[in-house]
Nanobody
Framework: QVQLVESGGGLVQPGGSLRLSCAAS????????MGWFRQIPGEEREFVAA???????YYTDSVKGRFTISRSNAKNTIYLQMDTLKPEDTAVYYC??????????????????WGQGTQVTVSS
């Protein structure tokens, strides 16, 4: 059983930056596809970024060039560096662990384990 704990959310002005962390325990993050998703109340959980065991990374189009997903094997932790934040990035951000094939890494139903989420609010 893998436990995931997100941190690093908060309130930031448009154009600002945040770095989210997802600490894993009970399993090795580098042996899973690790993904970041976000969710607004009343809407479905949306794919943001993923990093596979090969270290290849994938992003939804709206965050390409602004967000960077990375992994520290030594700390068993996944990060999401978010730059040039926009009000539409406001959501609860979740990290998840999956063994999905490449074609399914954007599907939240393919993730076995989830963290509790961290709120990101982009507002002036």
């Amino acid at each position: 059983q893998v436990q995931l704990v997100e941190s690093g959310g908060g309130l930031v002005q448009p154009g600002g930056s945040l770095r989210l962390s997802c600490a894993a325990s009970g399993g090795t993050a580098s042996t899973y596809t690790m993904g970041w998703f976000r969710q607004i109340p009343g809407e479905e959980r949306e794919f943001v970024a993923a990093i596979r065991t090969s270290s290849h990374t994938y992003y939804t189009d709206s965050v390409k060039g602004r967000f960077t997903i990375s992994r520290s094997n030594a700390k068993n932790t996944i990060y999401l560096q978010m730059d040039t934040l926009k009000p539409e990035d406001t959501a609860v951000y979740y990290c998840g662990a999956s063994r999905a094939v490449l074609s399914s890494i954007r599907d939240p139903s393919m993730y076995y384990y989830w963290g509790q989420g961290t709120q990101v609010t982009v507002s002036s």
